[in-house]
């Protein structure tokens, strides 16, 4: 199960990645973008002390409902969008490397480069 410095070392090694506090101290929030040149865009959010790791990331619509379908570690995203978000409960259900998928695939959706 990956710890929430292990997930965010890996957030914060995409490129243009920061992390930021904007709903205040209890979740780390990781944006693409600088802080000089505009808010930046949320990808990841993590609900800091939550164990096991509460990780929330957007998704695709039809990806959602079928993870969420198949995992009950999977649900609609925690206070976001629920067809756009989900938040993953990091309890092992899901393989680090899924999760890591899922990250990427997050980035990508928010910053528009193509998988």
Request: hydrophobic share 35%; charged share 25%.
């Amino acid at each position: 199960m990956l710890t929430h410095k292990q997930i965010e070392e890996y957030l914060l090694s995409f490129p243009n990645v920061r992390l930021d506090y904007p709903f205040g101290e209890g979740t780390s929030v990781y944006k693409i973008g600088h802080k000089d040149v505009d808010e930046g865009k949320m990808f990841a959010l993590i609900a800091d002390g939550s164990k096991p790791v509460r990780l929330s990331l957007k998704t695709d619509p039809l990806l959602s409902k079928n993870l969420q379908e198949k995992y009950e570690s999977v649900m609609p995203g925690y206070h976001l969008n629920k067809k756009h978000w989900i938040t993953v409960l990091c309890s092992g259900q899901l393989a680090d490397d899924e999760i890591k998928d899922l990250i990427r695939l997050s980035y990508n959706l928010v910053s528009g480069v193509s998988s």
